[in-house]
């Protein structure tokens, strides 16, 4: 008893040298980041949306990766995972808390693999938060979000089709991957904020 004690807490130990995380993933429109953040209010985690933290480096002024994470992100297409993850790190690491949902990533297969070697050992996975939703639903909601006025190049129609193929055809591989896995919870995103968020607190209660 004593030696598995002493093991549980050793475990305990290297855990807590680890950031803790959960994966966010849904269709564009989905809710992530509404309910992010009253995830955060809630229960103190640090949101980190992969999307913002490209847009923050886009928009710096001399930043090297600026042109390219623009076109990719006009493109509906995925900025490479060394920067994604780099961005996520040093949010990690300039952060005084422990406990984070990153949003919108790992969104395919090299961005798990990038994850994986860059971050895999740092960081303790509870689960994968999964935000269901048809893409006529998640659509809609983009297009009330861009016209009033979101100030997000990507929530018009060309680059929603764009976002929803690379959705389907390079996201849901990896959701499946997951559950695979059995780290996937999976929440019915159609309803209001309130009663997703109802599904959402027993998970991080």
Known sequence: MLVKRLLRGLQSAI???KYNVAFVLGGPGAGKGTQCEKIVKEFGYVHLSAGDLLREERAKPGSEFGDMIEEHIKNGTIVPVEITCSLLERAMKNSEKNDFLIDGFP???NNLEGWNKQMGEKVNLKFVLFFN????VCTQRCLDRGAAGSGRSDDNMESLKKRFDTYMNATMPIIEHYEALNLVQ???ATRSPEEVFEDVKPLFS
């Open 15 to 17: 855990m807590s040298d």
């Open 133 to 136: 939703c048809p893409l006529e």
């Open 186 to 188: 999976t929440i019915d």
């Open 107 to 109: 969104r395919n297969q």
